[in-house]
């Protein structure tokens, strides 16, 4: 069976014109790119700004957000990155981290599957933008705890999910 996932032109812009509006509104520098497929986007967070892009797949369709981490990966590293990276997606209700081996990188990547509709909610494209912002400001000193200071895995996840309770 074969699902007809076709969007017409002006569905596509109808989705990237309300994310626009969103990142607008929330602050988030932003351009369009020249396919009319993406925007390009400034997420910031407490640890800088971070590229992050929203883009229209197709089959099937859906709209697509990554924010790339500003880190450093070093291959020397590479299974403890990963075994990170698993650690922190175990607490993570929304989106996932993905590590892209080849482009030493790591990201937050989520998707809004969009059959049978022209565009994301304004409620779906509210809680992306959160949950990839809360996500990179919880995680990225774990990742830098574990490059930059010789972490363990563990103790580089276990420093981030320290919280503390009332008040000194």
């Avoid at 020397?76 to 590590?99: P, T």
Wanted: charged content about 25%; hydrophobic content about 45%.
């Amino acid at each position: 069976m074969s699902l007809n996932t076709s969007e017409t032109q002006s569905e596509s812009n109808m989705a990237l014109d309300l994310i626009e509006e969103f990142l607008e509104a929330n602050g988030w520098q932003h351009e369009r790119d020249d396919l009319d497929e993406a925007v390009q986007c400034i997420c910031p967070t407490r640890w800088g700004e971070m590229g992050a892009l929203f883009a229209l797949r197709r089959d099937p369709d859906a709209v697509h957000i990554s924010v790339t981490l500003d880190i450093k990966p070093q291959s020397a590293r590479r299974s403890s990155i990963a075994e990170l990276v698993m650690m922190c997606n175990e607490r993570l209700w929304l989106g996932h981290f993905d590590y892209w081996v080849e482009e030493e990188v790591v990201l937050f990547r989520h998707a809004l599957p969009m059959l049978e509709r022209e565009a994301p909610s304004g409620g779906e494209i509210r809680s992306v933008m959160a949950a990839a912002v809360d996500s990179v400001e919880r995680f990225v000193p774990a990742f830098n705890f574990l490059i930059w200071a010789g972490k363990s895995p563990r103790e580089a996840i276990d420093a981030v999910m320290f919280e503390t309770m009332g008040e000194a």
